[in-house]
């Protein structure tokens, strides 16, 4: 009888609620519990300070790298959807793809709101500034100038486990 009374109290959902298992970047699933990937072909990478600066899907595009006030460096990224809901966290891991190092931290994340980082209506959006992508992993331009770097951008729906993926290739530039 005991038996039955937990799995009651299971299936009705009483008890404490499970707290998801949270791992950083390889915890974002690009699947559900059934395979089913979040596909969004509308979600797009770009780059620029000011205004969006389209990365190419199919080439390698130049991409300045920055090196900022407080002494790090850092790529600018800004993301559009057609189709994904207007609160999202974002997340970016950089490969330099000569020596394969992840140069920033793919776990550090990004919380966007529609009127808060994002702009547009919902399903319909772009980033309202430009994302900053810190390489925090290097220490001079020596070590990415002229390298062709992928950057992956994770935009996962908040409360959703399952994260639509945009990828781009590009090669660092020092125009300083």
């Given amino acids: 009888m005991r038996g039955w009374a937990l799995l009651l109290a299971l299936v009705m ?4 609620p499970a ?5 950083g970047l390889d915890a974002l699933r690009l699947d ?3 395979g089913n990937a979040l596909d969004d072909p509308t979600l797009e990478l770009g780059a620029g300070q000011l205004d969006w600066e389209p990365l190419s899907p199919t080439a390698v595009t130049p991409s300045e790298l ?4 407080q002494g790090g460096y850092h790529l600018f990224g800004r993301l559009r959807s057609m189709r994904l809901p207007d609160a999202v966290q974002v ?3 950089v490969t330099d793809l000569t020596s394969g190092r992840v140069l920033n931290n793919p776990d550090e994340r990004i919380t966007l709101r529609n009127g808060r980082g994002l702009s547009g209506a919902p399903g319909a959006w772009a980033t309202s500034n430009a994302l900053l ?9 020596a070590e990415v100038v ?3 770097v992928e950057i992956e951008a994770f935009v996962r729906p908040l409360n959703d486990v399952r994260a639509a993926r945009v990828v781009r290739r590009v090669r660092v530039v020092d125009k300083t």
């Fill in 91 to 93: 997340t970016f891991r």
């Fill in 133 to 141: 992508i810190i390489l925090e992993r290097i220490m001079g331009p």
């Fill in 13 to 16: 959902g009483c008890g404490e």
């Fill in 146 to 148: 002229g390298h062709v």
């Fill in 19 to 23: 707290t998801p298992q949270d791992a």
């Fill in 66 to 69: 920055i090196h900022g006030p």
């Fill in 32 to 34: 559900d519990a059934d």
